[in-house]
């Protein structure tokens, strides 16, 4: 089989210029950066503990789906986290009320030690990084970070809309699939 002829310069992606890629590289590794710090530890964490950790932190008290909401982690690495991270006796599951399934987390007295610990590290990482950039630029970075971050908001709440709708007419035609009333 041959192979295609290889597309003219204009028609290549080049990756140098192509906006996700770059920002999921640079991203990637601040993120392995980081990871230095709550790795290299006695007691290491992983980086979905981590994360939860940090996000419990901010946000206590949270549910699972919650934390895969803020994370972008996916319920099966949330679940492993918040098992380790409870055996490790740095968080508390408890029932919600009015819910069966669901458990609210919150970090136990542990959790908070490991975490004061960790944070001052963390954040002098961040100032190496904010020490990289002029005058305003971090706030216009982050400003643009908040812009791109509504988009994609935006972007899910319109999905999530759009797949209520399609579930009510498949629902509804299954409930009366010859449209009979």
């Not at 006796?89 to 030690?113: E, H, N, S, Y």
Request: with cysteine; hydrophobic share 35%; net charge positive.
């Amino acid at each position: 089989m041959r192979r295609p002829p290889k597309p003219s310069h204009e028609d290549i992606l080049w990756l140098q210029d192509y906006l996700p890629y770059r920002l999921a590289i640079v991203a990637s590794r601040m993120l392995r950066d980081a990871s230095r710090v709550y790795k290299s530890r006695r007691n290491p964490l992983n980086t979905p503990q981590w994360r939860t950790l940090c996000i419990l932190s901010n946000f206590e008290p949270l549910t699972a789906t919650d934390l895969c909401r803020i994370s972008m982690l996916d319920k099966v690495a949330i679940s492993r986290a918040l098992s380790q991270l409870q055996r490790r006796g740095f968080i508390m599951r408890q029932k919600l009320d009015g819910d069966r399934r669901a458990r609210q987390v919150t970090l136990t007295a542990a959790g908070w030690r490991y975490y004061n610990e960790l944070a001052p590290e963390m954040k002098g990482q961040e100032q190496t990084l904010r020490a990289l950039l002029k005058d305003g630029e971090s706030e216009r970075l982050f400003a643009l970070l908040d812009r791109f971050d509504a988009f994609f908001a935006a972007s899910q709440r319109k999905e999530n809309a759009d797949v209520s709708a399609e579930r009510v007419l498949r629902d509804s035609y299954w409930k009366n699939p010859k449209g009979k009333t």
